[in-house]
Each structure stands twice: as C-alpha cells, then as structure tokens.
C-alpha cells in the first residue's frame, strides 16, 4: 500500500517545502520535505526535487511500515496517518509505540489517543512540547480515526 493523497498533503503541509537547507528544531540539517539524509548547510534544491526526494522517502517509509502492520487489517486513511507519524518521528519510534501495540492488539481507540502523546522535541535545552508537532498529531489522528 501506498501513502494516499490526503496523508501525503499533510506531510506537505507540516513539513513546508524548503529549497534551502535549514537547521530544524532538533538541529538537523533539513530540506524539501523534511529530508534529513546526506543534507548540508548551503545546499539547494528545486520544488520538483523536493517532490522526487519525498517519493523516495515516503517509498522506504511504506515499506517498513506495511512490515509492522503485518497481519494487521487497515485502512487506508489509517495507514497514512501511520506513514506521516513515521515520517515525522521515524519508523523506529513507530515500532516503539504504545500507539503501534494497541493498534495491532485491534484497539484502535486507544491507539488513536497515543498520537497526543508525541509532541516533544529535543532541543539544546531538553525535550520541549512544539505547538507545530501538536498540530500535526491533531491532523494524523484526524486523519487515522477518519472512515475509508
């Protein structure tokens, strides 16, 4: 299965397109999408690159969470939520989850609550809640709840 529409303009949307590499909040070099991999300070790229750099992304992503899911049955809009929140945060945290346990244990009520729980960033000051991350959580969760 593939990311749908929806979920894919939600990643859009929280990540923003930046065709300049930036530091994001956790002081990571970052671009397009949200790119993290092989970025540094001073690159550049082109909005149909950033497109191109979010496939590839999203494509590994896909995978590794059609793995977890794994005998699992889901919808769609609940399987991009899950993309975007491993987008976001990681397929590792995804797999770490209380929002993964309760969801392949079929409670996806209690699962759907977890997405709250994800609004911290680690700064150079510690672990900070980011008004950014609880929206976008509202956004997935929205999205993870929301009839195929």
């Known amino acids: ?36 991999r092989d970025v540094h300070m001073g690159q550049t ?3 149909h690159q950033a497109d191109v750099i979010l496939d590839s992304d999203l494509e590994q992503i896909e995978e590794e969470v059609e793995k977890l899911l794994d005998g699992t049955e889901y919808t769609q809009n609940e399987f991009s939520a899950l993309v975007s929140f491993a987008f976001n945060l990681g397929v590792h945290a995804l797999a770490a989850s209380g ?20 609004v911290h960033a680690k700064t150079k000051d510690g672990f900070v809640v980011l008004p950014g991350l609880v929206k976008r959580r509202r956004d997935e969760k929205a999205l993870f709840l929301k009839p195929a």
């Open 1 to 36: 299965m593939i990311i749908n529409d929806e979920g894919k303009n939600l990643i859009k949307k929280w990540e923003t397109l930046q065709t300049h590499a930036y530091l994001c909040p956790a002081g990571i070099p970052t671009i397009g999408y949200g790119h993290t």
């Open 45 to 47: 790229i082109t909005e």
């Open 99 to 118: 929002l993964l346990k309760h969801y392949r244990q079929g409670h996806k009520f209690y699962a759907a609550q977890e997405f709250d729980k994800w």
